[in-house]
Each structure stands twice: as structure tokens, then as C-alpha cells.
């Protein structure tokens, strides 16, 4: 069993930053891809980005190239930088986990909330 759980969320203004982290517990982390989802309001929920077991990436064509994912297995966490904020990037932010051999995520963490004030 595996536990995630985020931090880093907050208010900010259009145009301004945050880093959101994810610590996991519980598994062995190297083996799984992290993934970053986000649900707003009203909304379904969102692939942001993902990073495999081995590193690679992957980005929303709605974030590629203002938010980046990262991971660093020494001390279990996968982390998203987000700049450029917009109001339509708030959301409820969630961390998620899939084994590198499973298709679908195995594991959430309970999301953190990013407001973004235009």
C-alpha cells in the first residue's frame, strides 16, 4: 500500500508560481510513474503530467511548457513546478501513483487546493 500525500498549494496571483510536492510512503517508489491530475469545479478530472519509473515525461498540451514535473527517488517525492499561473488553473491537485507494469493509477493522495486570482 502506498500513501501519498501533497503540499504546497495556496493562493496566488496570475502569472505568479508555486511548487507542489508529493511524498510517498509505503512502496517502493522507483518502481512506480507519478502522475499530476487536477479536478475544478464542475469539472472532470485532468491529466497535467506524468513521469515514468525511468524519467521520462509527460505534459498537457493545457501546461507544456509552464508547469514541470520532477522526481527524486532518494527522498520518494515527485514534485510540479507551475509558472505562468492563470485563473483557469485552479483546481484541486492531486498526486496519483501507477506501477510501471499497471495501466491505470493505483494510488491518490487526498489533493491540495491552488487558487489562482486574476
Known amino acids: 500500500q502506498v500513501q501519498l500525500v501533497e503540499s504546497g498549494g495556496g493562493l496566488v496571483q496570475a502569472g505568479g508560481s508555486l511548487r507542489l510536492s508529493c511524498a510517498a510512503s509505503g512502496g517502493t517508489f522507483s518502481s512506480y510513474s507519478m502522475g499530476w491530475l487536477r479536478q475544478a469545479p464542475g469539472k472532470e478530472r485532468e491529466f497535467l503530467a506524468l513521469i515514468s519509473w525511468s524519467g521520462t515525461t509527460y505534459y498537457a498540451d493545457s501546461v507544456k511548457g509552464r508547469f514541470t514535473i520532477s522526481r527524486d527517488n532518494a527522498k520518494n517525492t515527485v514534485s510540479l513546478q507551475m509558472n505562468s499561473l492563470k485563473p483557469e488553473d485552479t483546481a484541486v491537485y492531486f498526486c496519483?501513483?501507477?506501477?510501471?507494469?499497471?495501466?491505470?493509477?493505483?494510488?491518490w493522495g487526498q489533493g491540495t487546493q491552488v487558487t489562482v486570482s486574476s
Open positions: 496519483a501513483a501507477r506501477h510501471q507494469f499497471s495501466s491505470k493509477y493505483e494510488y
